[in-house]
């Protein structure tokens, strides 16, 4: 670290010296804890790496005894070290997004203590892991334990001086570094744990007074807190505060560029690495009328460059604040920082808030981009109102915060975009699209909270200090709640009193519920409560003027109070939602119409959230009296070929599900191959346990299928002649299958088998009869040891009986098998196969984008080797007999894509290289009507979509 100034040099005025004469005079000692400690005060000096890897700092604490006991050590928060693994906790498809690179270790090490001015041996330092496996790496040294070497006396204050050093992982999220931007979103100094104790880690952060100096690397500059510090071309130092914070974030980049807009309220300045495109002439501000209120018709994003758009969607955010709290009570100036953060779209500071690079470069659809305008709007206002939160003392100032924020989320829609829509709204008629299935019933795309339907807002990382050890919701869920119990005016004025006053959440609670309000902090301000309803029976009763319907409706998990909505729909049309008020494990609910019922829904606005695992299926299931059909779902699209040959291989097929069914499932199928064409109707039982909310892990069922299979005329010696004719069969199969992969473009885990016994009848053009019986079985299985790094294994049999036409014989030449052959080249009756697959992440390439909306995510690399025996195409003989052992090797490129910047696609090249049989050749008939041998291509490029398995 570079040699500084001492702090007392920088430090000026009486302030400042009552700052140093506080921190080094003990308090009096009392006999029990004082009712109000004074607030913690930390001077931090950092000095960040050149490459922004790693940083090297000092941090001097000044912290009172707040407890009712003596304490002879203090415990430490070394929250770098969550990081240490994070990859291994994260599941399967958000792990790629957040560490592109693979793993890249976060830590933090404290090199150097005193207290007091007098250094401590190393042995006073001690560590204990995280105090969950959600805080961080189970066994990781999360929390580090100073040894005083005296007694602290309740009510006494010392002072201590930590050095230490950060390694920062190259990650997108938070905490983190990538493409030249380090994100160090709090948590980047040791900080003391809010019960000094060390008995609650979950308690809330401390605000403390808070100075920061940052060393900057030549042409590098940054934000701290929410100061703009330009790059220059030499070392730079910068320093901010002190200020009353309950945490501080730090940006550092090599290159800035930054806009600044003066607007009504104050000012809005937007920060981003790359250079920006705001277009002016396309602003919002040309299209407001008379109230100041945006249009229907909100610009195209073709039109309107993203940091112009962020920049009005603040200015139009803090005049929809400023009308409902008043201006006097805000921030006069937002800072907006564009970094790659990949978990969510927008996100509050403390300070700047802090924006994903990807906000208005996803699904360019205007309406599709109204989604990201609110998650922006509700960061914005978190940073309007959040200093005031935590000046007025508030321990859940962030909640609050986020509250208001999504309080003012649903004014924007309102207001701005002048309705309010689900995804479900916008996308539902293209739902027989993967892309859209997933999206509205199991969501595995990047900022997948900003388009759910419903409260839930899961999220993976919890990056912000303030959350990671406590369970702590999100301010929509505590909003949702709040009108629940006090309907939507109620709770809007409560949450604009916390806005205004500032009242805390908890009195606000108290006022507004009285004794109830504890038992809504026990039940929704903490890890969401495991519930399931379930309609449980729906009967109408005849009147005298129509009908009496009657829904009972129980919960099953744990005995909470929420109230429950239930949509009546008879068959003329009429609906009417009636209110169970959620008492008891069971109640029921009745209304009365001309007409029979219908249909009843509960939950018909996704207010609740339903535990999966108390549920036999999907959560929703259970909701409905009747289950509506789903459009038809593409459920797969299979292009591959040999681009050598240029030889095509087609094959798709739809699925017909009812909404959120997960048991039954009915399909249709198109193939063509080289071999031939037809297609198949599929009924399909699901059973065992979900795998993801739109699946289950095991299936079994019949398909019915005929195909055309045409003459084979390049085929090897071994093959008969009078069997290369051409013929229609119809077959009747039975399969059974388990899989378990949560994510299929790319699992780093999982194992699948599935078996298909298949009877096939058919004729020849001659009237030949064409019979055959198969069973065939494939099975794989896939290990990571480390993120970007996979071996896949996989292999089965099959074997035929009776009387085939040549194209109906079992090959092993298949892009899924061994991809190198020809495929009449391994025709035979039965068969057995083995392949193994080194999977490898070559280089992230997610700054390069495509046309149709696509961004490039990664290259990978695919090492492979397989082999395989064939018996004869005219009997069982012949099998492990040198020219019939088929083996291979190659080497494959996989394109993953994301296409509209959320869904995972891929695309893949095989080069495969067959090594044996040496000799590889097939008989053609010459002019002379003699048999000529033509040689095999010495290798194959495959082309194809999706992964091998």
């Not at 909310?693 to 010696?717: H, M, Q």
Request: charged share 25%; net charge neutral.
């Amino acid at each position: 670290m570079r040699d500084r100034p001492s702090f007392s040099l920088f430090v000026v005025g009486t302030a400042a010296a009552l700052f140093f004469a506080l921190a080094s005079l003990p308090l009096l000692a009392t006999a029990e804890a004082p009712a109000s400690a004074e607030p913690r005060r930390v001077e931090i000096f950092v000095d960040i790496s050149k490459d922004g890897s790693s940083l090297r700092g000092r941090v001097r604490w000044t912290v009172q005894n707040d407890t009712a006991a003596a304490l002879e050590r203090l415990p430490f928060w070394l929250y770098p070290n969550r990081f240490y693994k994070d990859e291994q906790r994260l599941p399967d498809r958000v792990a790629p997004w957040i560490y592109p690179g693979g793993p890249s270790r976060g830590a933090m090490r404290i090199v150097g203590v005193a207290v007091g001015g007098e250094p401590l041996p190393s042995k006073a330092v001690t560590y204990a892991p995280f105090p969950s496996p959600a805080a961080g790496s189970g066994g990781v040294a999360g929390i580090a334990w100073i040894q005083l070497g005296f007694s602290l006396a309740p009510g006494r204050a010392v002072r201590l001086e930590l050095e230490y050093e950060v390694d920062i992982p190259e990650r997108r999220g938070r905490f983190g570094r990538y493409d030249g931007v380090v994100s160090l979103g709090g948590g980047f100094f040791p900080r003391p744990m809010a019960d000094l104790t060390g008995v609650d880690p979950a308690r809330p952060l401390r605000a403390a007074l808070m100075r920061i100096e940052v060393e900057f690397p030549r042409d590098m500059g940054g934000v701290i807190h929410d100061v703009v510090v330009p790059p220059r071309p030499e070392a730079q130092t910068a320093a901010v505060g002190p200020l009353r914070l309950l945490t501080l974030g730090l940006v550092a980049m090599d290159r800035m560029d930054v806009e600044e807009r003066v607007v009504d309220w104050g000012r809005v300045v937007f920060v981003s690495r790359r250079l920006l495109d705001v277009d002016e002439s396309g602003s919002w501000r040309a299209g407001r009328d008379s109230e100041g209120v945006l249009p229907e018709g909100v610009p195209n994003i073709a039109q309107t460059g993203a940091a112009g758009r962020c920049l009005d969607v603040a200015q139009k955010t803090g005049e929809l604040v400023g009308r409902r709290i008043g201006r006097g009570r805000l921030k006069e100036r937002v800072v907006l920082v564009e970094l790659p953060v990949w978990d969510r779209l927008a996100q509050p500071g403390p300070g700047a808030v802090w924006v994903s690079d990807r906000i208005y470069r996803l699904f360019p659809a205007k309406r599709a981009l109204w989604f990201h305008d609110l998650a922006l709007a509700r960061s914005v206002t978190a940073s309007l109102i959040w200093d005031r939160l935590v000046q007025a003392g508030h321990s859940a100032a962030p909640l609050e915060a986020d509250l208001v924020g999504a309080w003012i989320a649903k004014v924007y829609s309102e207001e701005v975009h002048r309705k309010t829509q689900s995804m479900e709204d916008l996308v539902g008629f293209a739902s027989f699209v993967p892309l859209i299935d997933n999206l509205l019933y199991a969501p595995q795309v990047p900022f997948r909270q900003v388009y759910a339907r419903g409260i839930g807002e899961r999220d993976d990382l919890r990056d912000e200090p303030w959350r990671f050890a406590n369970p702590r919701p999100g301010g929509e869920r505590v909003l949702a709640k709040l009108e629940d119990r006090l309907g939507t005016e109620a709770a809007r004025e409560l949450v604009a009193d916390i806005a205004k006053e500032p009242l805390g959440l908890s009195p606000a609670l108290s006022r507004a519920l009285g004794e109830d309000a504890a038992r809504f902090e026990a039940d929704w301000l903490g890890d969401y409560p495991r519930v399931n309803y379930a309609l449980s029976s729906v009967f109408d009763e005849k009147t005298e003027g129509g009908y009496r319907h009657i829904a009972r409706v129980q919960r099953q998990g744990r005995p909470v109070t929420e109230p429950v909505t239930v949509r009546f729909i008879d068959e003329d049309g009429r609906s009417e939602d009636v209110i169970w008020d959620g008492r008891g494990q069971e109640g029921t609910v009745t209304w009365e119409s001309p007409a029979p019922i219908d249909r009843v829904v509960v939950d018909p606005n996704m207010r609740l959230i339903e535990d999966p695992a108390l549920a036999d299926g999907h959560p929703l299931s259970d909701n409905t009296n009747e289950l509506r059909w789903r459009p038809p779902l593409l459920t797969r699209f299979l292009v591959w070929g040999d681009l050598t040959g240029e030889v095509p291989n087609f094959d798709a097929s739809f699925a017909m599900r009812r909404r959120y069914e997960v048991t039954n499932s009915f399909h249709g199928s198109l193939s063509y191959t080289t071999r031939g064409y037809g297609g198949g109707l599929s009924y399909f039982r699901h059973f065992g346990a979900t795998r993801t909310l739109n699946s289950r892990r095991w299936y079994a069922g019949p398909t019915l299928s005929v195909r055309r299979y045409e003459p084979v005329e390049d085929a090897g010696p071994e093959l008969p002649e009078e069997t290369r004719f051409g013929a229609t069969t119809a077959s009747l199969a039975l399969s059974l299958g388990r899989d378990d992969r949560e994510y299929f473009w790319d699992p780093r885990s999982g194992t699948a088998f599935g078996v298909t016994a298949l009877y096939g009848l058919g004729r020849d053009d001659d009237g030949r009869v064409v019979q055959v019986g198969k069973l065939l079985a494939r099975g794989f299985g896939l290990w990571s040891p480390r993120l970007g790094h996979t071996l896949a294994l996989y292999g089965g049999v099959m074997g035929l009986v009776g009387h085939p036409n040549a194209a109906n014989l079992n090959t092993l030449s298949d892009r899924s098998l061994l991809r190198g052959f020809e495929p009449n080249e391994t025709f035979g009756r039965l068969g057995i196969y083995g392949v193994c697959e080194y999977r490898h992440t070559l280089f992230d390439a997610s700054s390069v984008s495509m046309p149709l909306f696509t961004w490039l995510q990664r290259f990978q690399g695919v090492l492979f080797a397989g082999g395989g025996t064939m018996s004869v195409p005219t009997g069982y003989a012949g099998m492990f007999q040198p020219e019939r052992i088929f083996t291979e090797a190659g080497y494959g490129l996989r394109l993953h894509t994301l296409i509209f910047g959320v869904q995972q696609y891929l695309l893949g090249l095989d080069l495969a290289v067959p090594l044996t049989p040496t000799e590889r050749f097939y008989e053609v008939e010459t002019a002379d009507g003699s048999m000529a041998r033509v040689p095999r291509p010495s290798y194959k490029l495959v082309f194809g979509i999706t992964q091998v398995y």
